[in-house]
């Protein structure tokens, strides 16, 4: 079930004493309250940053591994709900050298091997997002047993995008509501055509067709979408990631290279997003402008 902001119980995270002396200076200058519910982070420029030290690319993944580490360990000591990090695309798949991809599934194992522990002390929770069923099989054994591992934790959740790509995902949320819709007519007994004339076919589409049942089938139907999406290494681009969840998310890309990407940085982009006046479409809390004056009276336009 998604959570609202506003049933949300807000106050200042018992952990902030763990944090660094420089976190801890900008943790201070934040408003507890407003801490977003949900960080996504597209981690870009381990290449460029492996590059500019004359390094093997693979120093950079290694690297950006690291601050996966640094980066959820202080997203849940200031209690942050929901941190999910892009960590390999479909297009990452399918388009990058196979040494490459061997590289980051072989790093994507040793990681979880090596932090489960970690992450129980901090009690994070481990998901995943993508089409995960593609990867190769010790590496999902190794992602479930770490989910199951971190199953019972109930702080930060850290969702690791993986062969994960979002236009499939809208796609694969279309496919499973056409199965919703066979497995309600099998459940009846009638064919899905029947059922769906009984109600008159384009209520029946309509009721079962909807922004909510689209969101209710999307890999992240259990989470809240992002408030924050962040993006390093300067690019302005959204890459396919969370394309309908980040609607009306806040958008904080910095220069910073992944593999330096580190908690005070995570704590900046907080501060900036706390900046920001989040409006949804609609005109915000300052916008209070009369326009009776401005707009044509009833009477005016029954007149026109
Ligand atoms: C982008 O850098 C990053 C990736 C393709 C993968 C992200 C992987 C990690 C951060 C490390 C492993 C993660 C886990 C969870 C263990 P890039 O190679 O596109 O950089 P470039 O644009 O500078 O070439």
Request: hydrophobic fraction near 35%; proline fraction near 3%.
């Amino acid at each position: 079930m998604r959570e609202s902001s506003s049933s949300r119980v807000y106050q200042r995270s018992n952990r902030v004493h763990e944090l660094t002396h420089e976190e801890r200076a900008i943790y201070d200058t934040l408003d507890p309250c407003r801490i977003p519910q949900h960080v996504a982070i597209i981690m870009d420029g381990n290449g460029r940053w492996a590059g500019k030290r004359a390094l093997k690319r693979f120093l950079g993944h290694q690297q950006g591994a690291e601050s996966v580490q640094y980066v959820v360990e202080t997203a849940s000591r200031i209690d942050l709900q929901w941190l999910t990090l892009y960590a390999f695309s479909l297009e990452n798949n399918l388009r990058r050298p196979k040494s490459e991809v061997s590289f980051l599934m072989k790093l994507l194992k040793s990681y979880l091997v090596s932090n489960v522990k970690r992450m129980n002390d901090n009690n994070i929770r481990m998901a995943y997002i993508g089409r995960t069923h593609e990867l190769p099989s010790e590496v999902q054994d190794t992602m479930q047993w770490a989910s199951e591992q971190t199953a019972k934790n109930t702080g930060t959740t850290l969702t690791l995008a993986l062969n994960y790509g979002s236009r499939s995902e809208i796609v694969d949320s279309a496919r499973s509501i056409v199965h919703a819709m066979l497995a309600e007519a099998a459940k009846r007994g009638i064919s899905l055509e029947d059922m769906l004339a009984a109600e008159g076919v384009d209520d029946a589409i309509k009721a079962r067709i909807d922004e909510p049942q689209i969101g209710e089938h999307l890999y992240t139907a259990h989470m809240p979408d992002p408030d924050l999406v962040v993006r390093t290494s300067g690019e302005q681009r959204i890459s396919n990631f969370l394309l309908w969840q980040i609607a009306y998310a806040e958008i904080f890309v910095t220069e910073r290279l992944w593999p330096d990407f580190r908690g005070p940085h995570l704590l900046e982009a907080i501060a900036d997003y706390q900046q920001r006046e989040r409006r949804f479409g609609g005109l915000g809390e300052t916008s209070d402008e009369d326009l009776s004056d401005v707009l044509p009276t009833e009477t005016e336009l029954a007149r026109q």
